[in-house]
């Protein structure tokens, strides 16, 4: 862990707006790293994002949102050598980590719910993210979503047609699935669909956890 990072962590008392951040921020979110770090992960990634991208075109630069330790950004660097990576994380943690993949002044160490984009990007991704998020701030970080996508934009998900909560390893109200991308649709007219697919926790060389992702386009777009 960096010194300015370490420094921040000790020091640093944010108030947040929701139970979830709190949870994600804390020692749930520390563990959770551990628990996916791992290069058969990486492997997956590589592997739902070349499908999930195949209709793409002139990506330079991407950020992600709830980062964690950089494997999806990791895997969209081994796919297009080059490749301006930016994260938004919140825990410090994997913010330390996330270093050395990510730029450091590339690195938004905050809240998604704080997180107010200051310019778009060719590609943002969010992945196994909004289901974690609270259902009353979910229009909040579509609209962050929105804002930072200069063209494409990645959402991948546990999907459900109709509003639900899964109680998540003995905790209740910290997973929720919807229609995610379609409620974006229905938002931002200039959005599109391009694609979309499954992945299964069963497939034998690239197994995710039971993952709809879907490729928006947006349409109608100014220049950086």
């Not at 299964?200 to 879907?214: A, I, K, S």
Request: proline residues 4%; hydrophobic residues 40%; contains cysteine.
């Amino acid at each position: 862990m960096t010194n300015e990072i370490a420094h921040r962590r000790r020091h640093k008392n944010p108030t947040y707006k929701t139970a979830q951040e709190k949870f994600w921020a804390g020692d749930f979110g520390t563990r959770y790293i551990d628990r996916n770090r791992s290069e058969k992960i990486l492997a997956a990634s590589v592997a739902l994002f070349s499908t999930a991208l195949r209709r793409t075109q002139g990506i330079r630069d991407c950020i992600e949102f709830g980062a964690n330790i950089g494997i999806n950004l990791r895997a969209l660097q081994l796919l297009y050598p080059g490749l301006r990576p930016y994260a938004v994380e919140i825990n410090a943690t994997a913010v330390a980590t996330l270093e050395g993949v990510v730029p450091r002044e590339n690195i938004h160490f905050i809240s998604i719910l704080d997180f107010a984009p200051k310019r778009n990007y060719d590609l943002v991704i969010v992945k196994t993210v909004l289901i974690h998020i609270n259902p009353n701030w979910l229009s909040n970080v579509y609209e962050k979503l929105y804002r930072s996508c200069g063209r494409y934009l990645v959402i991948c998900e546990y999907y459900n047609p109709s509003p639900t909560m899964v109680e998540y390893r003995g905790y209740k109200a910290r997973l929720f699935k919807r229609d995610f991308a379609g409620e974006m649709l229905d938002k931002y007219r200039d959005l599109s669909l391009l694609d979309y697919g499954f992945v299964y926790h069963r497939d034998p060389n690239f197994p995710q956890d039971d993952v709809n992702w879907f490729l928006l386009e947006k349409v109608s777009r100014s220049g950086k």
